[in-house]
Structures are given as C-alpha cells and as structure tokens.
Nanobody, 123 residues
Framework: QVHLVESGGGLVQAGDSLRLSCAAS????????MGWFRQAPGKEREFVAT????????WYGDSVKGRFTISRVKAGNTAYLQMNRLTPEDTAVYYC????????????????WGQGTQVTVSS
C-alpha cells in the first residue's frame, strides 16, 4: 500500500504563491506518474497537473497553465506543485495521486491518493 502525504497548503492572498509537496511512503512501488487534482466545494474534482516519474513529462489543466509548475525529486519520492499568481478561484482541497498508467488527466487512472491539503486564496 502506498501512502501519499501532502503538505504546504494554507491561507494566502490573491497574487501570492504556495508550494505543495507530496511525499510517497513506499519506495519499492513503481508508479508511472504523480499528479495533482483539486476539488472546490460543490464542484467536481478537477485535474491540475501531472508528471511522469522517469522522464519528467508534464501536463497541466487549462486553468493553471502558465501559473503552476509540477516537479519531482525521484530520490526523495516527492512531487511538488509550485503555484504562482493565485486567485480566489484556486481555492480548493488539493490532492496528490499516483498512477501506474492510463490517461493521466483522468482521476480514474490514479490508484493511490493522499488525504488532501486545503488551499484558500482570499481576495
């Protein structure tokens, strides 16, 4: 069983930056990609970004392109989400997830999920 632990959420003002971290507990687990999703109250879970673990290829949701950057440190089994120029529309619980393959912008491709970290952006 892979455990993913997110950290770095908080309350910030519009225009600020935050960096989220996602640490995986299981070093022997071989996953193809790690991704970030978010869910705001009353809304469906939304794809934010994903990165393939070996090559480092990245994809972003349209609403965060140019503002968010996903990265990973393979040795540390940790993925990061750098979020810049935050807006109130970015307010949500952010989840990291690990995938063994499939369409990486679809949450159903991710078998392991963290507990989520709250990001709140005030105007």
């Amino acid at each position: 069983q892979v455990h993913l632990v997110e950290s770095g959420g908080g309350l910030v003002q519009a225009g600020d930056s935050l960096r989220l971290s996602c640490a995986a507990s299981e070093r022997s687990f071989s996953y193809y990609a790690m991704g970030w999703f978010r869910q705001a109250p009353g809304k469906e879970r939304e794809f934010v970004a994903t990165i393939t673990w070996t090559v480092g290829s990245t994809w972003y949701g349209d609403s965060v392109k140019g503002r968010f950057t996903i990265s990973r440190v393979k040795a540390g089994n940790t993925a990061y989400l750098q979020m810049n120029r935050l807006t109130p529309e970015d307010t949500a619980v952010y989840y990291c997830a690990a995938s063994s393959g499939g369409y990486l912008q679809d949450s159903s491709s991710y078998a392991y999920w963290g507990q989520g970290t709250q990001v709140t952006v005030s105007s």
